[in-house]
């Protein structure tokens, strides 16, 4: 896969959680499976491409600190984003601050990956 195929992909990724994601809130508890199942495989999917993209890069040219940091930063936001959203899935109510950083937390994710895969990819 290009890497022009790999950014269409992962932006595809993107959009369609934030789809998924916007259609699970508004819908309410209990959330529907098959659109709440969506939601997490192309979450994992795309974790999964983006751990491989980091992977292939790091084979072609060791990465510099910069890039390890951004990652690292990535990382967290995707961490944050998934501990939220399961917080937000379980039956008890979750303070109302899990509710604003689901909103927010995924946001700064994509800016951060944008700008890790930037980094990555102007040193191939």
Do not use: C, N
Not at 4 to 15: D, K, L, W, Y
Not at 80 to 99: E, F, H, M, Q, Y
Request: charged share 5%.
């Amino acid at each position: 896969m290009s890497t022009t195929q790999r950014i269409i992909v992962a932006s595809v990724a993107f959009v369609l959680i934030f789809i998924s994601g916007i259609w699970l809130s508004r819908s309410g508890k209990p959330y529907s499976t098959p659109v709440f199942t969506i939601h997490k495989l192309v979450g994992l999917g795309l974790g999964a491409l983006l751990v491989a993209i980091v992977y292939q890069t790091h084979q072609v040219a060791p990465l510099g600190g910069l890039e390890i940091a951004a990652i690292a930063v990535t990382v967290l936001f995707f961490v944050g984003t998934v501990a939220a959203g399961g917080l937000l899935s379980i039956d008890k109510p979750a303070p109302a601050i899990v509710g604003t950083l689901h909103l927010v937390v995924p946001v700064l994710t994509v800016l951060s990956t944008g700008g890790t895969l930037y980094l990555l990819l102007r040193s191939i």
